[in-house]
C-alpha cells in the first residue's frame, strides 16, 4: 500500500517541522517546500496523487525573499482551483484569519464518512497545532477508509496505477462497497480508465457498472437523455473528489457482452445497415434548429479552422476560406460516432461513450460515421488494400463509392443516412474537410501510410469542392 502525498508549503522552519512531524506521524509521505516558486513548479509537474496540501499564507517567492499574504494568496488560489478535488488546510495570522475563512467558504466538500461529509478547506491560526493534527489524522482516517476497499483484478490483468486504484475504490466507497472485482474495458485512443465493476458489500454483489474516468464531469442533460433509452448507455452518475481532478463517469452496462458494430461491418455489411438503422433514425430525430453560419464555426467542434490549415498545408492542400457561409442544422450530436462507439447487445445497438458530445451539424455523426469506418485503426478496412486513394479521387461521394466492394451495402446505408441529415453542399464538404484534416494530427493514424493516403485524397477532393461550391 502507498502512504497518501501531502504538500507543505512552510517558510518559518520551526513550524515546517511541527507540521512536517504531524502528517509523517499520521501516515502521510510529505513534499516539504520553504517557498512559492519550486512548490509550483512541483504542483504543476507532479504526476503524483497528491491528496494533502498544507499552505502557508503568508510566502515569500524564492527563499531568503520577504513573505507576503499576496503571493501565498495566489499559490493557494492556484491549488484551490487546479485541485478541486484535494483537501486544503491554509495556515494564517490572527489579524486576517476571519476574513481568509470568509473568503474560503463555499469551496467544496469531500465524500462523506458515516453521513458526515468533510469541508474541502480548513483554514487555522499559526498556533491551532491541535486542530491541525485533528484535521490531519481525521483527513487520513478518510483515506484509510478508502484503501480498506479491496479491488479484485483477474489474474494475469495489467496492473493497476495509483490513481486507478484511487477511482476504483472512490467508486467502490460511493456505494459504500468492502470490495470491487474489476476487469479493464481498454478504452480506445484516450487514455481514460474504463473498466466493468461488480460492486461487492459484505452481504454480496450489490451491482454490476461501467466506470469511466474523465477530465470533465458529464453534461446532465445531453444527448442521451433525449435519445431512446433502449439506444443509450444511461450514466447513472457522476463521482468526483480525491482522483486528482479526474471524474468518474458510472455507466449502465450494454448487455453481458456487447460486440461493436465495427466487428460486424466487413463481415456483414447488409446487418451493419439494419442494427444502425433504428440509432440513426434516433439521432436525425432529435431536435435542431436552422441556422447559417461560417464553416470555420460549423466545424469547430472538430477543429480550429487555422490548425485545419495549417496540417493540410503540409500536404500541399490549400485551404478554402473559413469565412465561407454555410446553412445548416444545429442540435445536440454525439461527436465521436464512429462504429467502435456503437455497441450491439441482443440484436439491438446501443450508444456508448458520449465524452465528445456537442451541439453541432446533424450532419456531424453521419460524417463521422462514414469517414471513420475508412481510418479509424480499429476498423476492418485499416490495414486493407481498398479504397486507395484513387478510387476515393474518383468515386467519393458519389454512387459509383465501393462499387463492388463487399462493404458496398454498408457505404450505401450510411450515404442514404447522409442524404436524410445533410443540409447543404457546402455542409458536407466542410465537415468532410475538417474531419479528415483532423486525422491528421493523430500518431497511431500518421504511422500508417495507406490511411494518410485516404485521408488526403478525401481532404484534396473536399477542398476543391468546398472552394467551388
Ligand atoms: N456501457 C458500457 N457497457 C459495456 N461496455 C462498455 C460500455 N462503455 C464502454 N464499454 C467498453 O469499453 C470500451 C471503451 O469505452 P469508451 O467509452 O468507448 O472509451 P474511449 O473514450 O476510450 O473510446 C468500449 O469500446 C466498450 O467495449
Ligand atoms: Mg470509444
Known amino acids: 500500500m502507498t502512504d497518501p502525498i501531502a504538500v507543505l508549503v512552510e517558510d518559518d522552519p520551526e513550524q515546517a517541522e511541527v507540521s512536517q512531524s504531524v502528517l509523517e506521524a499520521a501516515g502521510y509521505v510529505v513534499q516539504s517546500f520553504n517557498s512559492i516558486a519550486p512548490a509550483q513548479n512541483h504542483i504543476r509537474t507532479s504526476e ?30 492556484e491549488v484551490r482551483l487546479g485541485h478541486p478535488d484535494a483537501r486544503l488546510i491554509v495556515f494564517t495570522g490572527f489579524a486576517t484569519i476571519r476574513h481568509v475563512q470568509e473568503s474560503l467558504q463555499g469551496s467544496g466538500q469531500l465524500p462523506a464518512q458515516e453521513g458526515q461529509p468533510l469541508d474541502r478547506v ?32 483477474s489474474p494475469g490483468a495489467a496492473p493497476l496505477s495509483v490513481l486507478d486504484k484511487r477511482t476504483l475504490r472512490r467508486l467502490a466507497f460511493d456505494y459504500g462497497a468492502a470490495s470491487v472485482s474489476v476487469s479493464s474495458l481498454a478504452g480506445g485512443m484516450t487514455d481514460a480508465g474504463v473498466w466493468r465493476c461488480q460492486i461487492n458489500r459484505t452481504e454480496g454483489l450489490i451491482a454490476t457498472v461501467v466506470a469511466k474516468r474523465v477530465r470533465a464531469p458529464g453534461s446532465a442533460g445531453g444527448l442521451p437523455e ?36 465495427m466487428d460486424v461491418i466487413a463481415e456483414r455489411p447488409a446487418q451493419a445497415v439494419e442494427l444502425a438503422k433504428p440509432v440513426w433514425d434516433a439521432l436525425h430525430g432529435v431536435a435542431a434548429q436552422q441556422t447559417t453560419l461560417t464553416v470555420a464555426a460549423l466545424s ?9 490549415s495549417e496540417l493540410l498545408r503540409a500536404y500541399g492542400i490549400q ?41 453541432a451539424a446533424g450532419l456531424l455523426d453521419p460524417i463521422t460515421m462514414l469517414i471513420s469506418t475508412l481510418v ?3 476498423s476492418p478496412l485499416c490495414g486493407e488494400a481498398w ?25 450505401r446505408g450510411v450515404q442514404d443516412w447522409i442524404n436524410e441529415c445533410q443540409t447543404s453542399q457546402r455542409e458536407y464538404w466542410a465537415l468532410v474537410l475538417a474531419y479528415a484534416g483532423r486525422q491528421l494530427q493523430y500518431g497511431d493514424v500518421l504511422k500508417n501510410q495507406e490511411i494518410v493516403d485516404r485521408i488526403v485524397a478525401i481532404a484534396a477532393l473536399a477542398a476543391d469542392a468546398l472552394r467551388s461550391s
Open 122 to 153: 480548513t483554514v487555522l491560526e499559526k498556533d491551532q497545532s491541535l486542530e491541525f493534527k485533528e484535521q490531519v489524522e481525521q483527513f487520513r482516517k478518510l483515506l484509510q477508509d478508502l484503501d480498506d476497499i479491496e479491488i479484485i483484478t
Open 319 to 359: 485551404t478554402p476560406a473559413g469565412s465561407l457561409s454555410v446553412t445548416t442544422h444545429i442540435g445536440p450530436r454525439h461527436g465521436d460516432l464512429h462504429p467502435g462507439n456503437v455497441l450491439i447487445d441482443n440484436g439491438q445497438a446501443v450508444l456508448i461513450d458520449f465524452d465528445s458530445e456537442t451541439f
Open 376 to 378: 479509424h485503426p480499429a
Open 48 to 77: 503524483d496523487l497528491i491528496d494533502l496540501f498544507v499552505l502557508d499564507r503568508r510566502l515569500p517567492v524564492n527563499a531568503g525573499e520577504p513573505a507576503t499574504d499576496e503571493f501565498g494568496d495566489e499559490l493557494l488560489n
Open 226 to 261: 433525449l435519445l431512446p433509452r433502449a439506444n443509450t448507455t444511461a450514466i447513472v452518475r457522476t463521482i468526483s473528489g480525491l482522483m486528482a481532478g479526474k471524474h468518474v463517469n458510472v455507466l449502465q452496462l450494454a448487455g453481458e457482452s456487447p460486440y461493436s458494430l
Open 387 to 411: 479504397p486507395d486513394a484513387s478510387h476515393i479521387t474518383s468515386t467519393f461521394a458519389t454512387p459509383e463509392f465501393g462499387q463492388g466492394h463487399s462493404c458496398e451495402v454498408w457505404f
Open 300 to 308: 469547430e467542434s472538430l477543429i480550429a479552422w487555422e490548425r485545419l
